[in-house]
Structure formats: C-alpha cells, structure tokens
C-alpha cells in the first residue's frame, strides 16, 4: 500500500485545492512524555508499518538522524522521508515531508507530545497539501493512512489500540 507515500512521484505544480484543511490525528499512549517521545523518534523502525508504509516495504529500517527522517533498504539504499528543522524534546519536532521524493515539494508535519490523564497525548498535524499534483487526494491519502500508523504506535507502547 502506497498510501501515505503516494506523492512521491507527484510533479510539483500547484491545484486548485489550496487551503486544504491539515490531517490531525490524536492518539493516548500510556506513559510520561519523555517515553513517548524516545518511543515514536528512537523506536521508529520497531513500530513504524514498514510493509504498507514506506518506500522499501517490509525489512528496511526508518530512524531518526541528526535532522533527518531516513528508510534504509536492507540492501544498503536510503530515502530521505523529511528534514527536521525544529527538534523540542520531549515536547515536539516538526519536519518538512517527502518520503520517496527529491524534495521538489514537501509538506509539513508536526507531532507534538503532551501529558494527560492516562498518559501521553500525541498529536499529528500534517499539513501543505498545494504542492502535491492532487491535492485533494493527497490529503485524502494521509487522512487514511495516519490512524493506522498511529494505532501501531500505540500498540508498540503498550494501550490496547483500536
């Protein structure tokens, strides 16, 4: 499943949708905030759905380095899925998104940690739709894909998912 890669080979001309509402996505993990935190940046390759998700599928790995989001092949190819320009640990990152592609257009990610009863709420703000050759169904795309991610995650730290 290409889903939440499927504008890796989009041209980079603008639609009509401009101003496409963000994909928000809030999750409950159990646990402090640190943990959550370490768990979704340091864990990535354990929990992330590599098979359906990714640009390599099943048994490449995806981490976190220095200002990068990186898939690596288990034959050595990497993709860069976004750059990271503000890290706030435990608190936040935000990334430019582009998994599978050059960067000629990206869009723009924020997952921001914080705590509530019962644990650690993570919330996903993905956002920049304009560059994509379908806007529309980009967004429509990761609107999908989001909550499957993200319920492995939670799964992976341990509540019950959905």
């Known amino acids: 499943m290409d889903s939440l890669f499927s504008h ?16 928000v996505c809030t999750v409950v993990v159990p646990g402090a905030v640190a943990r959550a935190f370490m768990g979704f940046t340091e864990h990535t390759h354990l929990w992330w759905p590599l098979e359906g998700h990714s640009v390599y599928g099943a048994g490449s790995y995806v981490e976190f380095e220095e200002s990068l989001i990186l898939e690596t092949a288990d034959d050595g190819r990497s993709s860069v899925w976004g750059t990271i ?3 706030q640990p435990p608190l936040s990152f935000h990334a430019s998104w582009h998994p599978g592609s050059q960067a000629l257009w990206s869009t723009e990610l924020r ?16 956002s920049g739709w304009e560059g994509a050759k379908d806007p529309a169904a980009t967004r429509a795309d990761y609107e999908a894909g989001w909550p499957d991610v993200l319920d492995r995650f939670v799964r992976f730290m341990g509540g019950s998912g959905t």
């Open 85 to 87: 320009d503000d890290w």
């Open 111 to 126: 997952v921001a940690f914080r705590a509530v009863e019962g644990g650690t709420e993570v919330r996903v703000v993905h």
């Open 8 to 23: 890796a080979s989009a041209a980079p001309e603008p639609g009509p949708d401009e101003g496409l509402e963000p994909v």
